[in-house]
């Protein structure tokens, strides 16, 4: 008999955009609903590279979603980083977490990092005190091919990091390619990913179903089927290294729609359900619990949240859109 309702214990989104100003208050809530805690991307323009700075945010956060609603702050690591405020801001717990954007990757990543080397001494004391790295793992050098990004990426950025920094934690954010799903798979504990929704649901046939879909265009690009199953493979396998992040990425319609249309899926309002949905499909339902509620949580350090949500089966008539007040 198909299962009518789902209980787990209340999850956390390893990796969300939250935005700011009317978008930050028309997404939040969809987060907070679902999720108890959220790793929230540092990618503001200009981008969180100070302690007060990350603090104003999280005030904003919690205004926009409540008090119950638990942002879990990151740096956005730049050429000029310096050790003493990532580690302070860490110390204070302002931050969780660091970013690496490499510059120009992806959305509000010019400030990002040119070369990796600029990092060492920031990377060493981060490995040192036991603060996260998340990464978006794709090379910018225009000679690769945009699919195979990520791929490249991990021989030629990530195996030297994790060379030359063996204890640092890192996360491989948003993972698309059987590659990534293998290395992080095979590598040693403190190497951990995250999957989205999307990267489950999607191949790249998607971009171009009957037209070209600027609303299936993320960063990293969704790949071919393989990768797809890979990906499914990974997440429901029960591993502890892979864990939920939705890379929830709202823009406006304009933004999306339009001759070069920006990267990134909103999908913070159905993301529980879009997991469940993939891991039902695997026969994992059993599994979803330790993705979305308990893998990241260990990884990160923290405790497991307490009380539960309950999914109901239910059919949902999606909105196309949604409105979003401007104030002038
Ligand atoms: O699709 C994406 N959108 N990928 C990213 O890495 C950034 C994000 C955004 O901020 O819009
Ligand atoms: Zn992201």
Not at 216 to 223: F, I, Q, S, T
Not at 282 to 292: I, N, P, V
Request: aromatic share 8%; glycine share 6%.
């Amino acid at each position: 008999m198909t299962m009518q309702s789902l209980t787990i214990r209340r999850p956390d989104d390893w990796h969300v955009h939250l935005r700011d100003g009317e978008m930050l208050r028309l997404v939040a809530p969809f987060t907070a609903h679902q999720f108890a805690r959220a790793i929230v991307m540092p990618n503001l323009v200009p981008p969180i590279t100070t302690i007060a700075g990350a603090a104003d945010y999280r005030e904003r956060i919690w205004e926009a979603a409540g008090r119950d609603f638990q942002p879990l702050m990151t740096y956005y690591l730049t050429d000029e980083s310096d050790p003493e405020v990532v580690e302070s801001g860490f110390n204070d717990n302002v931050w969780l977490a660091a970013k690496l954007y490499p510059a120009n990757a992806t959305t509000n990543s010019a400030f990002g990092v040119t070369d990796i080397r600029n990092l060492h001494p920031t990377l060493e004391r981060m490995q040192w005190v036991g603060m996260v790295l998340c990464v978006h793992g794709e090379v910018t050098d225009p000679d690769v091919d945009v699919f195979d990004r990520e791929a490249v990426f991990i021989d030629r950025v990530l195996v030297p990091l994790i060379r030359d920094f063996p204890e640092l934690k890192i996360v491989l954010e948003h993972i698309t390619t059987a590659e990534a799903a293998h290395f992080v798979r095979d590598a040693p504990a403190n190497i951990a990913a995250t999957i989205t929704p999307q990267h489950l649901h999607l191949n790249r046939n998607a971009l171009f179903a009957g037209g070209l879909r600027p609303h299936a265009y993320c960063l990293p690009v969704v790949k071919r089927e393989n990768h797809r199953l890979a990906a499914r493979a990974a997440a429901v396998s029960g591993s502890p290294k892979f864990f939920l992040g939705t890379d929830s990425a709202p823009h406006s319609r304009h933004a999306k729609e339009s001759s070069c249309g920006c990267a990134g899926i909103f999908n913070a309002p159905y993301a529980l359900e879009s997991y469940a949905a993939v891991f039902e499909e695997e026969g994992a339902l059993d599994r979803l619990e330790g993705f979305a509620s308990e893998h990241g949580a260990h990884f990160y350090g923290l405790p497991l949240n307490e009380g539960t949500i309950t999914l109901q089966r239910a059919e949902n008539d999606i909105p196309e859109r949604l409105a979003l007040e401007i104030s002038i």
